[in-house]
């Protein structure tokens, strides 16, 4: 097998049989595989990518039994990838499976990795602010060079891709174990499209991306680390929205204390902050193989 194509899904029926048909489209001339990790989907994503495995023999289908985030879902397409190499594309249409193929080139060339640079992100502003900064942060803390976009489209060598696969921290960043063991890193430019379903990026995924960095890359020193910066950074703004909230409610005839609110606005920011997992990081419900 010269390529497996690692495909994380999640409510993505809109758009996932176009991914796969047009990955056959676009490497019909090469043997590859197709596997698509169903991550908790609460649409009929399992229901579609059972029934594309069933239609086709290089396609392997897998959904675990619980949502576990798009990173433990790629560590499972690892652990099922025969192929030479792996590339991992997005479910929802915006990197091109054609692109696939300049990656690959790149990488048989003599990379360990290689990543997809983009002349233009079709990605909302939000979303682009929150790739800079993990960037900016997996430069901090790793030995990524400073202008390498750590793109989630990339083609990895299976050698590389078995080291990766030796971590079984629930609390993963693939990219930091890609720096941490690849020797060779190599970039080409490709396209990349508007997606074909609504963003799931959101500002609790951004946190949690930013935990499961430094849990990576410190391991439980990274728990640490990231509880000790949710103090530093977090506390002080905290009780200034506390204060500030509580004067203007009084001010308006509102009777609430400070003690009050700041239980109220306590339990919203534990909400959204990412729990650390500790169980496997992934548990599979059924597969077609």
């Known amino acids: 097998m010269h390529l497996s194509v690692v495909i994380p899904v999640y409510n993505s029926t809109a758009s996932i049989t176009k991914v796969v048909d047009d ?15 169903n991550d908790g989907s609460i649409d009929n994503s399992e229901e579609v990518i059972f029934q594309l495995a069933q239609q086709h023999p290089n396609i392997k289908a897998i959904s675990l039994a619980k949502n576990v985030g798009e990173f433990n879902a790629v560590m499972c397409g690892f652990f099922y990838a025969d192929g030479e190499y792996a590339v991992i594309i997005d479910d929802d249409g915006q990197n091109p499976p054609a692109e696939i193929l ?36 997996a430069w901090l803390i790793t030995d990524k060079p400073k202008d390498l976009y750590l793109s989630s489209f990339k083609v990895i060598r299976k050698d590389l891709v078995q080291k990766i696969t ?11 174990l890609v720096l941490k063991h690849a020797q060779n890193i190599g970039t080409f430019a490709v396209e990349h499209k508007a997606a074909e379903v609504k963003s799931r990026y959101t500002f609790k995924k ?39 909230a509580a004067q203007l409610l009084k001010g308006s005839g509102w009777q609430f204390s400070e003690h009050g609110l700041s239980l109220v ?23 077609s193989f």
């Open 206 to 244: 951004l946190v949690s991306v930013f935990a499961s960095m430094l849990i990576t890359r410190f391991g439980t020193m990274g728990h640490l680390l990231f509880y000790l910066l949710i103090i530093v950074t977090v506390f002080p703004l905290w009780l200034l929205l506390v204060i500030t």
């Open 102 to 137: 300049k990656l690959l080139a790149r990488a048989e060339s003599g990379y360990d990795v290689v990543y997809a640079q983009y002349a233009q992100k079709m990605h909302a502003g939000w979303r682009n602010a929150g790739s800079g900064f993990s960037n900016y942060v």
């Open 265 to 287: 606005l306590t339990i919203v920011l534990v909400s959204i902050l990412p729990k650390t997992k500790t169980d496997r990081q992934f548990e599979i419900k059924k597969s």
């Open 23 to 37: 990955c056959f489209a676009a490497l019909s001339h090469i043997d590859f595989e197709i596997v698509l990790v």
């Open 166 to 176: 030796t971590y079984t921290n629930a609390n993963v960043y693939p990219d930091v």
